[in-house]
């Protein structure tokens, strides 16, 4: 088991923070995620004109770890442009349950050096991970 890097994290994140595209919200995030291999990859929310195609720090922090090769993660942090510590939304949580484990800490810190931690289990508990796809049947319409 790696040990968790929180001040890399917390660098990290709060660097990708200062790359966020946020005209819209005014809510500049940054995300920071350690994998297995102990390498730290970041990501920022990148908004958009048509607001549904806003992307939050969360998701493009997977997938810049995604695109180097790695597949599992043993921690997350959201760096917050607030006070109040703030946990990832439904959407990413959904995401950070396809690569994370049930007890990985999902993280949030800010500008005061205030950290919150729950674990992804708190966050999104039974969530619908891979593991349910191995069990699919097919039901057919006339049965
Ligand atoms: N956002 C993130 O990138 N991550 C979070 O954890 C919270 C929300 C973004 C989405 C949107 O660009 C802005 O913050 C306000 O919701």
Known sequence: MT???WAALNAAA???SEQAYAPYSQFPVGVAIQAESGKIYAGCNVEN????????????AIAAAVVAGERKFAALLVYTP???LTPPCGICRQ???EFFTPDAPIASSNHLGQQQSW???QLLPDAFTPTYLAASEKISKDS
């Open 49 to 60: 004109a048509s607001y549904g195609g806003t992307v939050c720090a969360e998701r493009n």
């Open 119 to 121: 674990s992804l289990q």
């Open 14 to 16: 709060k660097a990708a």
């Open 95 to 97: 995401v950070i349950a």
């Open 82 to 84: 607030q006070s109040k």
């Open 3 to 5: 040990a968790i890097n």
